[in-house]
């Protein structure tokens, strides 16, 4: 557990100022690490969220460049190589079986170390990327040469200028870049964010703040709050004039964790007028990335981890660092796909992947339960730690009920999710993420339990990451109910197979 404190805090640092590292100009002769899952992994690893299996570690592992790209989606994740920050390299036909590919994105074919940025595609339909190179100074943009994404062209640094032509400053870090009305915009991360533009990739003109001066005061957030793990795209629904022109701006604040904001362009500058947290404890969800599917849909994932980081100012009542311990819990873990859209309504929807069905095995269902008022009910054949479970409950005037998972022979002492009779949060064990039903409206939660990670989705409207240290001859799922009889309609649940056999 040491190490890997040793490693994240090494990132930590580095997030924080990057230090100078000379170049090699002339890289020796590498022999490429490929990731591979051991024979024998502890029983206690994650069985269906993708994570590095060694025998490197991950540092710490934010999702990075992403793609669909003919036939096969794309995924690189931070991870230690040749004494730095490299990019590991999944791909995947469907988004929820991955292999590992030769980790060729390092150091020493670089010459600097590889840190947060995306993939885009350019006019031309390549495959590129931008990201920040540790130890250069500058972000960086680099082009696909072969239809595996394996190999890259020399990285090109981003050096942006002014109007007059001269050299201009600006945010390297955490990079973004997109195509808006056929010209490349790009982002520099970090508080106080820059916006640059270009017609050709190569010169880069400096446009000053990213964000609008009218941004506005009635949002929770700062202008100037930290905007890392950039990633800019257009949402909504195309036959809505109201929502159709959406651009959503996804990153983290080292302070908040994953969040989000909803706007438009103005003037070339981004104007939001909606701000959303993803994150409610430390780390628990932190460096978002999406791209598009081959059908449309905009999926995400992120970097999430039991790890306390200092920068962090979201707290967290329980601590996980039992979790951290290799033989316990891989590292570089990420969260389960989701689909992310906005309808007409204006309310961004969040969903579990769809594809993560494949994974289901061995259904079992109770419908029509009543529990009583200040009681549980144990349900009798559903129970695990790697299982899915929906639970569908109708409108309730209970002061709070909800499930109780990975609970003991009698219901209690597991992991609750709960909610009440007109309350606007949601309650996930140790965080309480805003969410409100409307009127009449059933509670339908989608719930995944993969061993010590736990990942509930609410009525398509909110979705949280949480852990759960517990023992393993708790395995069983409770329903409670506290002010007022509950009626569940149903629970569903499905044993969930491997995605690593």
């Not at 969040?259 to 103005?266: P, S, T």
């Not at 993969?450 to 009525?459: G, Y």
């Amino acid at each position: 557990m040491k190490s890997i404190k040793k490693q994240m805090m090494a990132a930590c640092v580095a997030m924080c100022c990057c230090s100078v590292a000379v170049a090699d100009t002339n890289p020796p002769a590498v022999k490429y690490n490929v990731p591979a899952m051991p024979t024998n992994p502890p029983k206690t690893w994650l069985t269906y969220h993708l994570a590095n299996p060694g025998p490197n570690g991950a540092i710490p592992a934010d999702p990075n460049p992403a793609y669909y790209y003919k036939g096969r989606y794309h995924l690189h994740y931070i991870h230690a190589q040749d004494g730095g920050p490299a990019f590991a390299h999944v791909s995947s036909t469907d988004m929820v079986h991955w292999k590992w590919h030769p980790t060729t994105l390092t150091p020493k074919t670089t010459g600097h170390g590889m840190f947060s940025g995306t993939g885009f595609f350019t006019r031309e339909g390549t495959p590129a990327m931008i990201y920040h190179g540790s130890g250069s100074g500058r972000n960086q943009l680099a082009f696909a040469l072969d239809d595996q994404l394996e190999q890259w062209t020399k990285p090109t640094p981003i050096n942006p200028v002014n109007a007059k032509g001269e050299p201009a400053g600006g945010n390297n870090w955490d990079p973004d870049c997109w195509l808006m009305d056929d010209t490349y915009y790009a982002l520099g991360g970090g508080p106080n964010p820059c916006l640059l533009k270009s017609a050709d990739l190569k010169t880069w003109l400096h446009l000053g703040a990213l964000f609008h001066p009218d941004f506005p005061k009635t949002l929770d957030v700062a202008m100037g709050e930290d905007v890392s793990c950039a990633n800019m795209f257009k949402i909504g629904d195309p036959e809505d004039k109201r929502w159709a022109g959406k651009w959503m701006l996804l990153c983290i604040s080292h302070k908040l964790g994953a969040r989000y904001y909803l706007g438009d362009f103005k003037d070339e500058k981004y104007l939001p007028t909606h701000h959303a947290l993803m994150n409610w404890a430390r780390w628990d969800c932190f460096a978002p990335e999406s791209f598009l599917t081959k059908d449309g849909r905009r999926v995400m994932l992120s970097w999430c981890t039991p790890w306390i980081c200092g920068q962090s100012k979201v707290d967290r009542k329980k601590n996980f660092d039992a979790l951290l311990n290799r033989e316990k819990f891989q590292q570089g873990i990420q969260s389960l796909p989701r689909e992310l859209s906005l309808p007409r309504d204006g309310v961004l929807r969040i969903k579990p992947l769809r594809e993560l069905a494949t994974l289901r095995y061995d259904p079992k269902t109770e419908k029509k339960i009543t529990v009583k008022s200040d009681s549980v009910y144990k349900l009798q054949d559903i129970n695990g730690d790697s299982i899915e479970l929906e639970v569908v409950i109708p409108a309730s005037k209970a002061r709070e009920f909800g499930i109780n998972l990975l609970c003991d022979e009698k219901g209690g002492n597991g992991f609750p999710v709960a909610y009440g009779a007109g309350k606007k949060t949601l309650t996930v064990d140790y965080v309480n993420p805003p969410f409100e039903l409307r009127e009449g409206e059933d509670l339908t939660l989608r719930i995944f339990i993969d061993k010590s990670m736990i990942e509930v989705f609410a009525n398509d409207r909110q979705a949280v990451v949480a852990w759960h240290e517990y023992d393993p001859a708790n395995l069983g799922v409770s329903l409670f109910s506290t002010g007022g009889d509950l009626f569940v309609k149903k629970v569903t649940a499905w044993k969930m197979k491997s995605i690593y056999r």
